[in-house]
């Protein structure tokens, strides 16, 4: 069965310096993996997507996201937050072409003036 | 283009009632996905159409149950409701079932149940 785990529930960052927000998946085949942001009261936004290819994905926002096949990961990173990127975030992941989209449970992400 | 549009946002409902919420997909996607989402559980799936067609189904009771039209527009109902289905129920639409084809999903409708 496909998984996926965002290990913080929350991340508190100061502006201006990198974030990351981490995901770890688990699938048979290869993965699909996908970026969401939410913000209050408001549908998922799509940020970035990892079907294949270079390891590091560039999204939108300034959001990039690297996928380690080894270590079964794919974290997302921006070399300096906003606090307007401050909202939800959430690692999906579909196994092969088929499959529905899981959902990690979210990362709720703070930036700080 | 417009988005994808869900209709009500806001319902309130009693246990036992059943309701049904709209979603109207980007124009020229014809999938359609609903999910379930409250605090506890995250994120789940409900069910993914295609073509008029159910292809994929999450682990929900019978009394989750939803289509989709030729326009691709699609509906959920739920039944006999219960307090827990209170959620926010969202849906998502993308150009084709393949896995690649990212979700666009719209603002939801936050259901109460009382």
């Known amino acids: 069965a496909q998984s996926v785990a965002q290990p913080e529930d929350q991340v508190n960052v100061a502006e201006g310096n990198p974030l990351t927000v981490k995901c770890t998946y688990s699938?048979?085949?290869?993965?699909?993996l996908f970026w969401y942001v939410q913000y209050p009261n408001r549908g998922l936004q799509f940020l970035l997507k990892y079907i294949t290819g270079d390891n590091l994905v560039k999204g939108s926002y300034g959001f990039e996201a690297e996928f380690n096949k080894s270590q079964t990961s794919f974290h997302l990173k921006k070399p300096s937050a906003l606090v307007s990127d401050s909202a939800l975030y959430f690692c999906?992941?579909?196994?092969?072409?088929?499959?529905?989209?899981?959902f990690g449970k979210g990362t709720k992400l703070s930036v700080k003036p | 283009k417009a988005g994808v549009t869900q209709t009500p946002r806001y319902l309130i409902k009693t246990r036992g009632q059943q309701v049904t919420l709209s979603c109207s997909p980007i124009s020229g996607h014809r999938s359609v996905s609903w999910y379930q989402q409250t605090p506890g559980q995250g994120l789940q799936f409900l069910f993914e159409?295609?073509?008029?067609?159910?292809?994929n189904k999450g682990n929900f009771p019978g009394r989750f149950s939803g289509r989709q039209f030729s326009n691709s527009r699609s509906e959920m109902n739920v039944s006999t409701l219960e307090l827990g289905d209170s959620a926010l129920y969202l849906c998502?639409?993308?150009?084709?079932?393949?896995?690649?084809?990212?979700?666009?999903f719209g603002n939801g409708t936050r259901l109460t149940v009382t």
């Open positions: 998502a639409s993308s150009l084709w079932m393949e896995g690649n084809s990212p979700l666009h």
């Open positions: 159409y295609f073509s008029e067609t159910q292809r």
């Open positions: 699938v048979s085949g290869n993965p699909y």
């Open positions: 999906a992941v579909r196994g092969g072409s088929q499959g529905n989209l899981i």
